[in-house]
């Protein structure tokens, strides 16, 4: 018998090839020959050269930096009772105000006994005695028994915070984050120079009280933020009396302001905003209006378009001027080119968000801005009459030029093309109070009266009226700023009839005065259109 097959197992066999040293040989080959090269040889050399001083030079700066700050150190007093330090705030400023002379030790001293009611009626009766003869007894009644925050204490807020304790204000909460600088100087209501460095909270506290002692004062010395609302904005004595009579917002940092505002509107505090004073030189454009009605001013602009967004288009009052920018006329300066080398240059502000670049200011408009402010507070608290209702007036003159102006543009697209239904201009009311306010200054290009304004076409478009139509049906014409004059209502009719519809030309229907005056009106507005 045969005997069974077993079955074999089978293995495979890999084979791997060696590895050859030739490519590393060819490698070797390739730098030397390189490297026999003269002119790589003087390269490397240089190259290393650069490297061996490069690291000396930056060896060298780094052990003296070193020194530096150790000699730095070493500077330094030890802290004992003769020389102390206190903790900066988060912000890098001062703490605490520093120690006081004796002048202002008695200050101090006189203020606590004038706010504990140690102080004579008849001494604070003569020095608000002007005040008083103004309002009248009870209307004075009613502002010294008032309590107002002001946020904000640079050149706005100091003297708003001055001539609100000037004219009796009994409680005064100040809410600041930072310390009085030199430049600060220039529009600062109290500040001097013994003051640089202290915040500006106990400046201000320290220098009124030595005018009025018998105020009382509340100071946080902290940045307005709105997880903070409701300590910064409470009752006084620290929530645990009277609500505020009125909020001053001075805050020239735009989130932080508009963050104010909402806060103010939505939980019912009457607040008072002071737009931007900076880059303003003329006193007699400040107003007083309703922020929906405020024109012309870029921070009032952003705010208000940031408080739109927010659901809020007016029922806050604000003092703003309608001065333009304009050739010739300070702006905001640029950062310097070294800076943008540097690196990023949002680092340089002094807190995240807050404006790094610097915004030239005239002294005495931060002051016209205070009293402005501190004059509608006084009046409103002690209900005195006064006319803080102007603004909304002129923007109900804007909206009735508005219709006027898109009654206007619908006729005559009809009598050229029919259909003029549902017509819409390219035209808002900021834009009618811009064009009435700021370009024709109030008055008729054609008289100089001021009444019954409006606005109407130059001339008739050489292309005729056109209505452009887009893919969801809306008509539209076409219709720049600049192709619009103010006129009378009487005088728009008579302008519609014989130039827009009669086909005259405006240089052979008025004068060489009138044809003039609107050319340079409108080449003011072609160039402070820029700005807008």
């Known amino acids: 018998m045969e005997r069974p097959r077993t079955a074999r197992r089978q293995t495979k066999h890999v084979h791997f090839a060696r590895p050859t040293s030739k490519p590393l040989e060819n490698m070797a080959s390739w730098v030397d020959r390189q490297f026999s090269n003269h002119s790589v040889q003087l ?51 001062a703490a605490f105000p520093p120690n006081i002379g004796r ?13 504990q009611g ?62 009085v600088t030199l430049s600060s100087l220039n529009r600062h209501a109290v500040a001097t120079l013994a003051d640089v460095g202290t915040p500006k909270v106990d400046c201000v506290r320290k220098r009124l009280q ?54 103010c509107h939505q939980n019912g505090i009457k607040v008072v905003s002071s737009m931007g004073a900076g880059c303003k030189s003329d006193p007699t454009r400040i107003q007083v209006g309703d922020i929906s009605a405020s024109v ?31 050739h010739g006329k300070a702006e905001l300066l640029p950062l310097p080119e070294e800076e943008f080398q540097k690196g990023k240059v949002n680092e340089l502000s002094v807190l995240p968000d807050f404006r790094a670049r610097i915004l030239p200011v005239l002294g005495t408009m931060p002051a016209v801005f205070g009293y402005t402010v501190a004059n509608f507070i006084v009046c409103e608290i002690s209900g005195y009459p006064h006319e803080s209702g102007a603004g909304k007036l002129r923007e109900k003159m804007y909206e009735n030029i508005l219709s006027t102006l898109q009654g206007t543009e619908e006729r ?19 834009d009618i109070g811009y064009l009435v306010e700021e370009v024709y200054y109030g008055k008729s290009v054609i008289s100089g009266l001021p009444t019954r304004l409006t606005l109407i076409r130059w001339k008739a478009p050489n292309e005729g009226f056109r209505i452009e139509e887009n893919p969801e049906g809306q008509k539209s014409v076409k219709l720049s700023l600049n192709e619009l004059v103010c006129m009378t209502k009487e ?20 004068g060489e005065d009138v044809i003039r005056l ?8 072609r160039h402070y259109h820029q700005y807008r």
């Open 118 to 179: 140690d102080y004579d009626e008849d001494l604070i009766a003569e020095q608000l005695s002007r005040t008083a003869s103004f309002l009248g007894p009870d209307r004075f009644t009613l502002v010294r028994d008032s309590f107002v925050i002001v946020v904000g204490l640079g050149g706005v807020g100091s003297h708003c915070t001055s001539a609100l304790a000037r004219s009796g204000v009994s409680k005064i909460r100040l809410i600041d984050f930072d310390q």
């Open 43 to 93: 390269a490397a050399v240089a190259l290393l050269s650069g490297v061996a001083v490069a690291g000396t030079i930056y060896g060298t700066q780094a052990i003296r930096r070193k020194e530096r700050v150790d000699e730095l150190k070493a500077s330094i007093p030890e802290l004992n009772e003769n020389h102390h330090a206190q903790m900066l705030t988060e912000f890098g400023g």
């Open 296 to 326: 012309e001013d870029p921070l009032s602009r952003v705010t208000r378009r940031k408080l739109r967004a927010a659901g809020i288009d007016e029922g806050i009052p604000v003092v703003f001027s309608t001065e333009k920018p304009g």
């Open 412 to 430: 005559l697209a009809r009598r050229e093309i029919g259909d003029a239904f549902g017509l819409k201009i390219p035209v808002t009311k900021d």
């Open 210 to 263: 030595a005018v009025v002692p018998w105020v009382k004062w509340e100071c946080f010395n902290e940045i307005w933020k709105k997880d903070q609302a409701e300590k910064l904005l409470g009752p006084w004595n620290y929530g645990q009396g009277r609500k505020p009579n009125y909020v001053v917002d001075a805050i020239d940092n735009i989130d932080s302001k508009v963050a104010l505002l909402r806060y």
């Open 103 to 115: 002048e202002d030790e008695r200050v101090a001293a006189l203020a606590r006994r004038a706010q």
């Open 491 to 510: 005088e728009a009719a008579t302008h519609e009839r014989e130039i827009l519809k009669g086909g005259k030309m405006p240089e052979s229907f008025y």
């Open 518 to 525: 609107v050319d340079r009106r409108r080449e003011e507005e």
